[in-house]
C-alpha cells in the first residue's frame, strides 16, 4: 500500500526566505502525489499535483515540487516566504480510484 | 460553481450516542471521500462512494458507516460514539472515474466533540 512520510512537523523561516517542506513516499506503482495545504479552520486546498506529465510541477502562490523517482521524492519549494504562507502542507499519494492517503503534515511558521 | 458543502459545521454529542454527517458534493463530481483529522493521528481515510457504491474503505471499525445518495450527496454517520471521535470531520468530492489524479475538492469540515 501507499504511503507517504513528512520530515519535520514544524518548519520555521524568515520572511522572503527559501520555504522547503519535505515528503518522501512509498508506492508499488507510478504514484500520483500532491500537496495540500490547510488554514485554520478551513478543508484543505491543492497548492499542485504530480500525474507523471512533468517531474518539476509548478503550483498556485508560487509553490513548486520536484518528483525525484530515484530518491522517492517529492518535496515542495517557494524561494521567498511570504507571511500569508503560514499554515499546514499535507503531502499526499494516490494509487487507484482515489484512495488516497495522507502525510502527518508540517505546520510553517513565518517570522517576520 | 459553489464548493463542497459540509453541515453542521460543529456539532457537540455524548459518548453512546449516534451522529449523522452531512456533505453535498461539487455539481457533476460523482465521487466523494471521507476523512477523519486528528491532532494525534491526522488525516486518515475513512471511505469513498461512487455511484452510490462504497468503492475504498479505511481502517476503521464498523461503527463508522456512510452512504451516498442518486444525487451524490453523501452522508457518514457513527455509532455508539465514543470520546476518541472526536475530530474535524473532512469531506472530498473528485470527478467520475477512477483516475487517481483527479484533484479532490475539499469541505470546510465538521467539528464533532464528544462529551
Known amino acids: 500500500a501507499q504511503s507517504v512520510t513528512q520530515l519535520g512537523s514544524h518548519v520555521s523561516v524568515s520572511e522572503g526566505a527559501l520555504v522547503l517542506l519535505r515528503c518522501n513516499y512509498s508506492s508499488s506503482v507510478p504514484p500520483y502525489l500532491f500537496w495540500y495545504v490547510q488554514y485554520p479552520n478551513q478543508g484543505l486546498q491543492l497548492l499542485l499535483k504530480y500525474t507523471s506529465a512533468a517531474t518539476l510541477v509548478k503550483g498556485i502562490n508560487g509553490f513548486e515540487a520536484e518528483f525525484k523517482k530515484s530518491e522517492t521524492s517529492f518535496h515542495l519549494t517557494k524561494p521567498s516566504a511570504h507571511m500569508s504562507d503560514a499554515a499546514e502542507y499535507f503531502c499526499a499519494v494516490s494509487e487507484q480510484n482515489n484512495d488516497m492517503r495522507f502525510g502527518a503534515g508540517t505546520r510553517l511558521t513565518v517570522k517576520p | 460553481k459553489a464548493g463542497v458543502t459540509q453541515t453542521p459545521r460543529y456539532l457537540i454529542k455524548t459518548r453512546g450516542q449516534q451522529v449523522t454527517l452531512s456533505c453535498s458534493p461539487i455539481s457533476g463530481h460523482r465521487s466523494v471521500s471521507w476523512y477523519q483529522q486528528t491532532p494525534g493521528q491526522g488525516l486518515q481515510f475513512l471511505f469513498e462512494y461512487f455511484s452510490e457504491t462504497q468503492r475504498n474503505k479505511g481502517n476503521f471499525p464498523g461503527r463508522f458507516s456512510g452512504r451516498q445518495f442518486s444525487n451524490s450527496r453523501s452522508e457518514m454517520n457513527v455509532s455508539t460514539l465514543e470520546l476518541g471521535d472526536s475530530a474535524l470531520y473532512l469531506c472530498?468530492?473528485?470527478?467520475?472515474?477512477?483516475?487517481?489524479?483527479?484533484?479532490?475538492?475539499f469541505g470546510p469540515g465538521t467539528r464533532l466533540t464528544v462529551l
Open positions: 472530498a468530492s473528485s470527478l467520475a472515474g477512477s483516475a487517481s489524479y483527479n484533484e479532490q475538492f
